[in-house]
Protein backbone atom coordinates (compact mmCIF):
# COMPACT_ATOMS: atom_id res chain seq x y z
CA UNK A 1 0.00 0.00 0.00
CA UNK A 2 1.43 3.51 -1.21
CA UNK A 3 1.20 6.11 1.41
CA UNK A 4 2.33 9.65 2.26
CA UNK A 5 2.68 11.25 5.10
CA UNK A 6 3.18 15.31 5.05
CA UNK A 7 4.63 17.37 8.34
CA UNK A 8 6.48 20.86 9.48
CA UNK A 9 3.19 22.82 8.40
CA UNK A 10 3.01 26.09 10.90
CA UNK A 11 1.73 29.48 10.53
CA UNK A 12 5.07 31.90 10.18
CA UNK A 13 5.24 35.46 9.27
CA UNK A 14 5.95 36.94 5.60
CA UNK A 15 9.80 36.22 4.71
CA UNK A 16 10.05 33.51 6.96
CA UNK A 17 10.59 30.09 6.18
CA UNK A 18 9.63 26.01 6.38
CA UNK A 19 10.88 23.06 5.59
CA UNK A 20 7.84 20.11 5.14
CA UNK A 21 9.01 16.49 5.14
CA UNK A 22 6.92 13.67 3.02
CA UNK A 23 7.25 10.09 4.30
CA UNK A 24 6.65 7.37 1.48
CA UNK A 25 5.99 4.15 2.35
CA UNK A 26 5.06 1.34 -0.12
CA UNK A 27 6.92 2.58 -2.80
CA UNK A 28 10.69 3.93 -3.99
CA UNK A 29 11.43 7.57 -4.10
CA UNK A 30 14.62 6.96 -6.15
CA UNK A 31 12.75 5.17 -8.55
CA UNK A 32 9.55 7.35 -9.01
CA UNK A 33 8.78 11.22 -9.67
CA UNK A 34 7.18 12.75 -6.79
CA UNK A 35 5.78 16.08 -6.10
CA UNK A 36 4.54 18.76 -4.22
CA UNK A 37 1.16 20.12 -4.21
CA UNK A 38 -0.65 22.74 -2.55
CA UNK A 39 -4.43 23.47 -2.46
CA UNK A 40 -5.40 26.86 -0.81
CA UNK A 41 -8.72 27.72 0.05
CA UNK A 42 -11.47 27.47 -2.27
CA UNK A 43 -8.81 26.98 -5.19
CA UNK A 44 -7.91 23.73 -6.83
CA UNK A 45 -5.35 21.71 -6.34
CA UNK A 46 -1.80 22.60 -7.78
CA UNK A 47 1.57 21.44 -8.86
CA UNK A 48 4.49 23.42 -6.95
CA UNK A 49 7.60 21.04 -7.46
CA UNK A 50 8.74 17.49 -8.84
CA UNK A 51 11.93 15.30 -8.54
CA UNK A 52 12.93 12.21 -9.50
CA UNK A 53 15.89 10.67 -10.97
CA UNK A 54 15.86 10.62 -14.27
CA UNK A 55 15.42 14.82 -15.27
CA UNK A 56 15.92 18.22 -13.07
CA UNK A 57 13.79 18.94 -10.29
CA UNK A 58 10.85 21.08 -11.53
CA UNK A 59 9.27 23.73 -10.36
CA UNK A 60 6.03 26.13 -10.48
CA UNK A 61 6.68 29.68 -11.53
CA UNK A 62 5.02 31.20 -8.26
CA UNK A 63 7.65 29.20 -6.45
CA UNK A 64 11.25 29.40 -8.49
CA UNK A 65 13.90 30.87 -6.49
CA UNK A 66 12.22 30.43 -3.17
CA UNK A 67 11.78 26.78 -3.00
CA UNK A 68 13.84 23.88 -2.83
CA UNK A 69 12.64 20.35 -3.50
CA UNK A 70 15.04 17.35 -2.12
CA UNK A 71 14.81 14.19 -1.40
CA UNK A 72 16.44 11.62 1.15
CA UNK A 73 16.95 8.04 -0.58
CA UNK A 74 18.30 5.76 2.68
CA UNK A 75 14.67 7.71 4.66
CA UNK A 76 12.50 7.69 1.83
CA UNK A 77 11.29 10.88 2.27
CA UNK A 78 10.72 13.86 0.14
CA UNK A 79 11.39 17.63 1.34
CA UNK A 80 10.25 20.91 0.31
CA UNK A 81 12.68 23.66 1.51
CA UNK A 82 10.84 27.14 1.32
CA UNK A 83 12.17 30.36 1.75
CA UNK A 84 10.85 34.38 1.19
CA UNK A 85 7.34 32.52 1.94
CA UNK A 86 4.21 35.15 1.17
CA UNK A 87 0.76 35.21 2.31
CA UNK A 88 -0.29 33.51 -1.21
CA UNK A 89 1.98 30.47 -0.27
CA UNK A 90 -0.78 29.62 2.62
CA UNK A 91 -2.51 26.63 1.30
CA UNK A 92 -2.26 22.72 2.49
CA UNK A 93 0.46 21.43 1.32
CA UNK A 94 0.70 17.42 0.04
CA UNK A 95 3.08 15.26 -1.54
CA UNK A 96 2.21 12.28 -3.67
CA UNK A 97 3.60 10.37 -6.91
CA UNK A 98 2.03 11.84 -9.98
CA UNK A 99 2.63 7.73 -11.35
CA UNK A 100 0.51 5.97 -9.16
CA UNK A 101 -2.82 8.31 -9.30
CA UNK A 102 -4.89 5.45 -9.71
CA UNK A 103 -3.32 3.36 -7.46
CA UNK A 104 -2.67 5.66 -4.08
CA UNK A 105 -4.92 8.33 -1.60
CA UNK A 106 -3.54 11.80 -0.88
CA UNK A 107 -2.29 11.90 2.56
CA UNK A 108 -3.71 14.41 4.93
CA UNK A 109 -1.39 17.44 4.09
CA UNK A 110 0.27 20.05 6.12
CA UNK A 111 -1.19 23.13 6.19
CA UNK A 112 0.81 26.15 5.69
CA UNK A 113 -0.28 29.32 7.47
CA UNK A 114 2.05 32.81 6.28
CA UNK A 115 0.65 35.90 8.07
CA UNK A 116 1.38 39.73 6.68
Known amino acids: QVQFVESGGGLVQAGGSLKLSCVVSGISVRLNAIGWYRQAPEKERKLVAT???????NYADSVKGRFTISRDNAKNTVYLQMNSLKPEDTAVYYC??????????WGQGTQVTISS
Open 96 to 105: FAPGYAAKAS
Open 51 to 57: ISSWEPT
